[in-house]
């Protein structure tokens, strides 16, 4: 069974911040020849549907209740001023087991911060907006020698980033989930971080070698 990455929405998450990731997991429906690996998918506390920061309104493809744990690759959690909302700890109490399980789990901005109240940061490296922004904000927050000043960091089967680092986010899943080929990933990642025309040919080259 094709197993499904998981992006979870939350009214004002921040939309922008999925944008890499989304658009490097639609390149097999530019390059039919590459077979995809996993299938994508929208989930939310509930079936409403969700208004964005950007102002978009996304209606989810399913809610928590109808999850299937065993189907999940991934988990990816965005930014949003609503986390601390009651109705998102059940996919918090998710996370802790996906973490448990080695499933991914790749958060972004203020979804970083719910992680640091969860405990979660305190036994990773990690990275977020800044060291104050989880000082700051999060009482449970205690993994203040485990901070990397960088835009995104992985530590076992968890990704964090700044709200500045979606490029690099979205690399990191890639090479977790081992999606393309490293040259495919390293090609797509400077193509858009320089917008160097030669490394766009070099991504349309890997996929037809």
């Not at 299937?68 to 909302?85: C, K, M, Q, S």
Request: glycine fraction near 6%.
């Amino acid at each position: 069974m094709k197993k499904t990455i998981y992006l979870y929405l939350l009214d004002t998450m921040a939309d922008w911040e999925a944008g890499y990731i989304l658009q490097a997991l639609s390149m097999p429906q530019m390059f039919p020849q590459h077979t995809p690996q996993y299938t994508l998918k929208t989930v939310a506390a509930t079936n409403a549907p969700i208004n964005s920061l950007g102002g978009l309104t996304i209606i989810p493809d399913c809610s928590l209740s109808e999850l299937g744990d065993d189907e999940v690759a991934a988990l990816l959690l965005p930014g949003a001023n609503t986390w601390n909302d009651a109705m998102h700890t059940p996919i918090l109490e998710k996370v802790i087991s996906y973490i448990e399980k080695g499933i991914l789990v790749a958060a972004i901005c203020g979804a970083t911060l719910a992680l640091a109240d969860l405990g979660v940061l305190n036994h990773c490296l990690h990275t977020s907006n800044s060291l104050e922004y989880l000082d700051g904000f999060s009482p449970d927050y205690k993994g203040h020698t485990l901070y990397q000043n960088d835009l995104s960091v992985r530590d076992h089967h968890i990704i964090t980033a700044s709200s500045a680092g979606s490029l690099l986010w979205a690399k990191q899943i890639l090479e977790y989930l081992d999606i393309y080929s490293p040259k495919t990933i390293e090609a797509w990642h400077q193509y858009y971080l320089t917008g160097n025309a030669e490394y766009f040919t070099e991504l349309v080259s890997s996929f037809n070698a």
